[in-house]
């Protein structure tokens, strides 16, 4: 017997209720996933789910009073969760030849400082968003840049068109070129108020994220008030880099001599713990280790950016063990693909002498991700009583994967797409149950597209 028919007909009635058809795949744990062949989510129009199961017992429990949305063949599955990427650099995807530090200067700097300009942010933040939907991201924690007026317009541009982010202003007061230096107090004072504006906003759809660039860029002074800042505001996030390349690493030794390590250099800041979320962590000893996870602090592994810039392989194993929370990052445009099923597919193939099960490459892009993010409890699974925040996939669509796929065990339907999969698949994604994506539908992705090559000419200011 189903919750519902518990609970009685009459419990839904009145209200305005969706059921969505197709196969469900929703992860559990790592290894653990719910897999419904003939399946259903059943959502209210609040964008909350009522009930997931197979179809042939919930609908006696909703005769009459459901809309039915039949997907047949095609997948259902959890919106993904990228937890690190930047909204400016979407601009300066595939950029290849030099490593981190020589790319930042010699492509998202310049790129990064045109966003003074208003017309070319809204440009770019319309194209960036429509973007993370034809992937299917439906969590995505976002760097803008260190502009007020840009990271203001992409909030508003994310509130309108229904996305779920963590996002911020970055912020920088040193080490950077003159037209991304900021003066500290100004920098803290734009963030602290583009956090009053939309922190929380739709019932937490928006939520306001500190973004300190890395050391590098930023003094003591304002890494200190960055993470006043964090504690002042409640559910707020702490998000930067950390110890993503061996020359980065360097230069914050020079630059912090009495810390002991660079993990050290952020936690005397007070700028680890719940709610903070570190990109890369690359090169960390077992102290640092013990330090992320006794302060509750959570990583982004980018996989993708890691190979792109030449990094450096992220040590998974010894992360998984040390116990600290991490999910996955696409990095845009330190990796080239906004797609979190190339992430999961790089994640693997860093490992040489580990096999990463599919169905652990998908939790960590979808509920492994959302609990990195201590969000678990809204988002990340198809579950009852979550936001229905999902993707309906056509493994078939624009690809060679034979078209009786489903007919597989539910490995194997992870794998094929794990390792063929990317945007072409997704059909629809839909964020608190309203589709924010829709590929019958690509009409306004493309002129965004055709109107951002005229943008992308624009002079630096
Ligand atoms: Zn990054």
């Not at 209720?17 to 399946?39: D, E, F, M, Q, V």
């Not at 994220?209 to 964090?230: D, H, M, N, V």
């Not at 996939?393 to 339907?413: A, F, K, Q, S, Y």
Request: net charge positive; charged share 25%; glycine share 8%.
């Amino acid at each position: 017997m189903t919750k519902t028919s518990t609970r009685g007909k009459n419990a839904f009635r009145g209200k305005k209720l969706t059921a969505y058809l197709a196969h469900i795949i929703s992860p559990k744990t790592a290894s653990t996933l719910t897999n419904i062949p003939r399946g259903a989510i059943v959502v209210d129009e609040e964008g909350k789910i009522v009930e997931v199961g197979e179809w042939f017992k919930l609908k006696r429990n909703y005769d009459g009073m459901v809309q039915v949305i039949d997907y047949g063949q095609k997948i259902i599955t959890p919106g993904f969760v990228d937890l690190h990427l930047h909204l400016p650099q979407i601009t300066q995807t595939a950029r290849t030849g030099k490593t981190l530090l020589g790319w930042l200067d010699s492509y998202v700097f310049p790129a990064e400082a045109r966003f003074a300009d208003k017309r070319h942010a809204r440009k770019i933040a319309n194209w960036f968003f429509d973007e993370l939907a034809r992937n299917g991201t439906t969590l995505a924690n976002v760097f803008t840049t260190v502009h007020k007026d840009a990271t203001d317009i992409a909030f508003e541009i994310a509130a309108a068109k229904g996305h779920r982010v963590i996002m911020g202003k970055v912020l920088m007061d040193k080490n950077s070129p003159k037209a991304l230096t900021e003066d500290t107090e100004t920098s803290l004072k734009d963030a602290e108020e583009l956090c009053k504006r939309w922190h929380g906003y739709d019932n937490n759809r928006l939520i306001y994220a500190f973004i300190p660039r890395f050391a590098i860029t930023a003094s003591k002074e304002l890494l200190t008030g960055c993470g006043k800042l964090w504690k002042k505001y409640k559910g707020t996030y702490l998000h930067t880099h950390l110890a993503e390349t061996k020359d980065e690493c360097t230069f914050v030794k020079k630059q912090y001599p009495s810390a002991r390590s660079y993990v050290d250099v952020y936690a005397s800041h007070n700028l680890t713990g719940k709610n903070s979320i570190f990109a890369h962590s690359i090169y960390l000893d077992d102290k640092d280790l013990r330090a992320l996870k006794e302060s509750q602090s959570s990583l982004a592994h980018c996989a993708s950016a890691n190979f792109f810039l030449k990094s450096g392989f992220f040590p998974f194993s010894r992360i998984k063990k040390a116990g600290i929370k991490f999910g996955l990052g696409s990095d845009v445009a330190g990796g080239p693909q906004m797609s979190l099923f190339s992430v999961m597919k790089d994640t693997a193939y860093m490992q040489m002498d580990l096999w990463i099960s599919p169905r652990e490459l998908f939790y960590l892009g979808t509920l492994g991700g959302a609990k990195a993010a201590n969000l678990d409890k809204v988002v990340g699974s198809l579950e009852e009583g979550k936001e229905a925040d999902f993707v309906v996939i056509d493994p078939t669509r624009r690809t060679g994967v034979p078209n009786d796929m489903l007919g597989h065990n539910v490995d194997e339907i992870l794998s094929t797409l794990i390792y063929l999969g990317d945007d072409r698949m997704i059909v629809s994604t839909f964020v608190r149950g309203r589709k924010i994506f829709d590929a019958d539908k690509t009409r306004s992705t493309d002129k965004t597209l055709r109107s951002t090559k005229s943008a992308g000419k624009l002079k630096l200011a």
